[in-house]
């Protein structure tokens, strides 16, 4: 058990690790990296998951129900925690619901429990992105217009891929093997990234930091475990949602804080204290994983 979990997680913070440790020395033009990954990489991946006939997504349905749940409803329930403590809700909540579903949950989704894990990591991670880049936006602007989520990248290869699923019509074995090698760069480049953006953490707002790092996947638990009761989850969509609803806060928090200038110091504090607060948490969700349940992982 000790072994399968140091195997999952080992090779996340080691390829992290190279990011901080080449930024460290070097200064990487990191947003331009986020940016070709974002557009090229990640919609590939995600363009070639979806499209392969092989991949039944109509089985996915309740999985990303209950991603949607998580990811929505952590904000409904630490709502009334953020007024009670007075911190500004537009900077508090994001961060706790929407999750590090890419730069860590893909990779470490995939480590844990094989490539076939990789269908049912890339549905969370759309769930997540697509709300994120909608209801998001729209906490922190509530006139951002919806219509700018369709020129997304990522949102046209995920149409691309269902209505090619969907459809029935098969793509040839060397176009798929093709997008798969290039939607594989994007898996160790997110955590690349990770590691470049540890070492942009700002301790000023530790306390803050502190508490999301707890209530980030305690509040995605506690919404995971009667979504998997209600829906029937079992196996390996169960353990993915486990995983998912324990990650911590998603880097892009903070560049979308930036954005809109909604405080962004406190945001980086939340981001980069929380994902240095996965070393605890991980092990122990995997280890509940392999145990209770997704044993045959183990």
Same mark, same amino acid.
């Given at each position: 058990m ?10 996340v913070?080691?390829?992290a ?9 070097r200064?990487?033009?990191i ?5 070709l990954n974002?557009?090229?990489f ?6 070639a998951?979806l499209?392969?006939?092989?991949a039944?997504?109509?089985e996915?349905?309740?999985? %990303? &129900?209950?991603?949607? #749940? !998580? /990811?929505?409803g952590?904000?409904?329930l @630490?709502w009334?925690?953020?007024? *009670?403590?007075? $911190?500004?809700?537009k900077?508090?909540l994001p961060?706790?619901m929407?999750?590090?579903s890419?730069?860590?949950g893909?990779?470490l989704?995939v ?5 076939? %894990? &990789?269908?049912a990591a #890339? !549905? /969370?991670?759309i769930?997540?992105?697509? @709300?994120?880049f909608?209801?998001? *936006?729209?906490? $922190?602007s ?5 219509w700018r ?11 691309a ?7 029935g019509a098969? &793509? ?5 093997e ?7 760069v994007?898996i ?5 990234a ?8 700002d301790f000023?707002?530790?306390k ?7 209530l980030c996947?305690?509040s995605?638990?506690?919404l995971?475990?009667?979504m998997?009761l209600w ?8 353990a993915?949602?486990?995983v998912?609803?324990a990650?911590?806060?998603a880097?892009?928090?903070?560049l ?7 405080e962004?110091?406190k945001?980086a ?6 994902n240095?607060g ?6 122990i969700?995997l ?10 992982a183990?």
């Amino acid at each position: 058990m000790t072994a399968q979990i140091i195997a999952t997680l080992l090779p996340v913070f080691l390829i992290a690790g190279c990011g901080t440790l080449y930024g460290r020395f070097r200064t990487p033009d990191i947003r331009s990296l986020n940016t070709l990954n974002m557009e090229i990489f990640v919609p590939m991946l995600v363009f070639a998951v979806l499209a392969d006939g092989q991949a039944p997504l109509e089985e996915y349905a309740g999985l %990303a &129900l209950a991603a949607a #749940v !998580v /990811v929505l409803g952590s904000g409904l329930l @630490l709502w009334p925690l953020a007024r *009670l403590l007075k $911190l500004e809700p537009k900077t508090f909540l994001p961060p706790m619901m929407f999750n590090n579903s890419g730069n860590m949950g893909v990779p470490l989704l995939v480590l844990a429990f094989g490539e076939a %894990a &990789l269908p049912a990591a #890339v !549905v /969370v991670f759309i769930v997540e992105m697509l @709300l994120h880049f909608s209801v998001g *936006l729209y906490m $922190l602007s509530p006139r951002t217009p919806l219509w700018r989520l369709l020129r997304m990248p990522i949102v046209l290869a995920s149409i691309a891929g269902l209505a090619v699923n969907l459809g029935g019509a098969p &793509l040839p074995a060397w176009l798929l093997e093709a997008l798969h090698m290039l939607g594989g760069v994007c898996i160790p480049l997110m955590l690349f990234a990770l590691g470049v953006r540890m070492l942009d953490i700002d301790f000023s707002d530790w306390k803050t930091g502190l508490l999301g790092a707890v209530l980030c996947p305690l509040s995605g638990l506690l919404l995971a475990v009667p979504m998997i009761l209600w829906l029937e989850l079992t196996g390996l969509q169960a353990a993915v949602l486990w995983v998912f609803a324990a990650l911590p806060p998603a880097v892009l928090n903070y560049l979308v804080a930036e954005q809109y200038r909604q405080e962004p110091q406190k945001v980086a504090s939340l981001v980069l204290i929380g994902n240095l607060g996965s070393l605890v948490v991980m092990p122990i969700v995997l280890a509940l994983v392999f145990m209770h349940v997704y044993p045959g992982a183990a």
